[in-house]
């Protein structure tokens, strides 16, 4: 069968941005509370403020209730613990699959159960990170999976990401240099933290591109910062690299490369954990060790991501617990409040 029979199919136009922006839109209120935040986050990146960073939320945002129930809940322990740490719900609507098969988010199905519908999925993800931010005050983190749909949400999000498999795209860097919020960047799966520092360099920098059909110029992104998430080798075995001689090496690469705001988050799951979902409570507490241990790992790891839900472990699609995963297996809630006030009790 010839290539010119099985050609892509255009299903349908979708909105632009600006269009689900207008027929969504956010209050003047609500864009001055973002704003706020957004300032204290930067703040600690640029170490202005010594406040410790969690990211923290579910593998994948899988259904709005669920989600606004755990965000509920996080937003009375913020209260209780805002002196030392600020919080980032971790609210990720696209899942990357290696394979390109299975559930890929919320913008592909807004219903987990029923077929890709991305119109809805549009709509369905904005409507979520909108409810965060009108019902708790927090601005949310998502991952940057597809750069060219930033725009959807680039008035409601505070925190990016870019994942290991999206940190050598040159698309993905580019498009980093220009989000004006904190960008995390992933290691890749191989480990090689000189790809994760070139990644933060050219979203440092200025740059101009190709975007969403427009010829753009931006400023560079001096929030751009690494994220260590483990590694794993040609034989499929995961490596950790949260361990303090792992951080040293990062913090003196990054020295030599002269980069701006010198900054880390840890994941504490993925191939760090091994997605053993329960090592995050060990993780992220030998990583405050290390931090009351050496001054250079305290300036440059400024926080935590913690992959956490309602419910401990994981559960098929249509498995019908309310708040467990249907992605990677997280934490549950009485886990995670217990290791929040753990976490803040050390700093």
Same mark, same amino acid.
């Given at each position: 069968?010839?290539?010119?029979?099985?050609?892509?199919?255009?299903?349908?136009?979708?909105?632009?941005?600006?269009?689900?922006?207008?027929?969504?839109?956010?209050?003047?209120?609500?864009?001055?509370?973002?704003?706020?935040?957004?300032?204290?986050?930067?703040?600690?990146?640029?170490?202005?403020?010594?406040?410790?960073?969690?990211?923290?939320?579910?593998?994948?945002?899988?259904?709005?209730?669920?989600?606004?129930?755990?965000?509920?809940?996080?937003?009375?322990?913020?209260?209780?613990?805002?002196?030392?740490?600020?919080?980032?719900?971790?609210?990720?609507?696209?899942?990357?699959?290696?394979?390109?098969?299975?559930?890929?988010?919320?913008?592909?199905?807004?219903?987990?159960?029923?077929?890709?519908?991305?119109?809805?999925?549009?709509?369905?993800?904005?409507?979520?990170?909108?409810?965060?931010?009108?019902?708790?005050?927090?601005?949310?983190?998502?991952?940057?999976?597809?750069?060219?749909?930033?725009?959807?949400?680039?008035?409601?999000?505070?925190?990016?990401?870019?994942?290991?498999?999206?940190?050598?795209?040159?698309?993905?860097?580019?498009?980093?240099?220009?989000?004006?919020?904190?960008?995390?960047?992933?290691?890749?799966?191989?480990?090689?933290?000189?790809?994760?520092?070139?990644?933060?360099?050219?979203?440092?920098?200025?740059?101009?591109?190709?975007?969403?059909?427009?010829?753009?110029?931006?400023?560079?992104?001096?929030?751009?910062?690494?994220?260590?998430?483990?590694?794993?080798?040609?034989?499929?075995?995961?490596?950790?690299?949260?361990?303090?001689?792992?951080?040293?090496?990062?913090?003196?690469?990054?020295?030599? /490369? #002269? %980069?701006?705001?010198?900054?880390? @988050? *840890? +994941?504490? !799951?993925? $191939?760090?954990? =091994?997605?053993?979902?329960? &090592?995050?409570?060990?993780?992220?507490?030998?990583?405050?060790?290390?931090?009351?241990?050496?001054?250079?790992?305290?300036?440059?790891? /400024? #926080? %935590?991501?913690?992959?956490?839900? @309602? *419910? +401990?472990? !994981?559960? $098929?699609?249509? =498995?019908?617990?309310?708040? &467990?995963?249907?992605?990677?297996?997280?934490?549950?809630?009485?886990?995670?409040?217990?290791?929040?006030?753990?976490?803040?009790?050390?700093?």
């Amino acid at each position: 069968m010839s290539f010119e029979t099985m050609p892509m199919e255009f299903i349908r136009k979708l909105p632009v941005p600006k269009d689900i922006k207008e027929e969504y839109p956010v209050s003047e209120e609500l864009s001055i509370l973002k704003q706020n935040r957004d300032e204290e986050i930067a703040r600690i990146f640029t170490g202005e403020s010594d406040k410790f960073l969690l990211v923290i939320g579910p593998c994948s945002a899988d259904s709005e209730e669920p989600v606004m129930e755990y965000v509920y809940r996080l937003a009375r322990v913020q209260e209780k613990v805002a002196d030392k740490i600020l919080m980032i719900p971790r609210i990720y609507t696209n899942k990357p699959r290696t394979t390109g098969k299975g559930y890929k988010g919320m913008l592909h199905q807004p219903d987990p159960e029923k077929s890709p519908d991305l119109l809805s999925g549009l709509i369905a993800i904005r409507r979520l990170h909108q409810r965060v931010l009108e019902e708790t005050g927090f601005t949310s983190a998502d991952e940057m999976l597809y750069p060219e749909n930033h725009r959807y949400l680039s008035d409601l999000l505070s925190y990016v990401a870019v994942g290991a498999r999206s940190v050598e795209d040159q698309q993905h860097r580019l498009t980093a240099s220009g989000i004006g919020i904190p960008c995390g960047m992933k290691n890749p799966t191989s480990g090689d933290i000189s790809v994760m520092l070139n990644s933060i360099e050219a979203a440092q920098s200025k740059q101009m591109f190709v975007y969403r059909g427009w010829e753009v110029r931006t400023p560079g992104n001096p929030l751009a910062h690494a994220i260590l998430r483990g590694s794993v080798n040609r034989h499929g075995t995961t490596t950790a690299n949260y361990h303090y001689e792992d951080i040293i090496r990062l913090y003196n690469a990054y020295m030599e /490369k #002269g %980069l701006e705001n010198m900054a880390c @988050l *840890v +994941d504490t !799951n993925h $191939s760090n954990s =091994g997605k053993q979902y329960l &090592q995050q409570i060990r993780i992220a507490l030998e990583v405050l060790h290390s931090r009351r241990h050496s001054e250079e790992i305290r300036s440059l790891v /400024k #926080g %935590l991501m913690i992959e956490s839900y @309602l *419910v +401990d472990g !994981n559960q $098929s699609i249509g =498995g019908g617990v309310f708040g &467990q995963s249907i992605t990677d297996p997280c934490l549950g809630w009485e886990k995670t409040e217990e290791l929040i006030c753990s976490i803040a009790d050390q700093l």
